[in-house]
């Protein structure tokens, strides 16, 4: 009974990865081919580019805290 509740806890807990992966894609879509974006103005790609950075890094680190959460639940807590 623990065990199976360990796993379906450890399955929600990775939710936030699929959500993760919708975030990113939608970090580097903004940055291909919205309005202001690089395919409309090449000459501001470098400053896109470090926008685009922090958004990336942000949207991973919630990804990495949902593993590691995911991770905790199944092999420390007993």
Do not use: C, D, W
């Amino acid at each position: 009974m623990l065990e199976g509740a360990k796993l379906i806890g450890a399955g929600a807990a990775t939710i936030a990865l699929a959500g993760a992966a919708v975030g990113i894609g939608n970090v580097f879509s903004s940055l291909i081919s919205e309005p202001h974006s690089v395919a409309r103005n090449p000459s501001l790609a470098k400053q896109l580019f470090g926008y685009a950075i922090p958004g990336f890094a942000s949207t991973e680190a919630t990804a990495l805290s949902a593993l590691t959460m995911a991770f905790s639940i199944l092999f420390v807590f007993q």
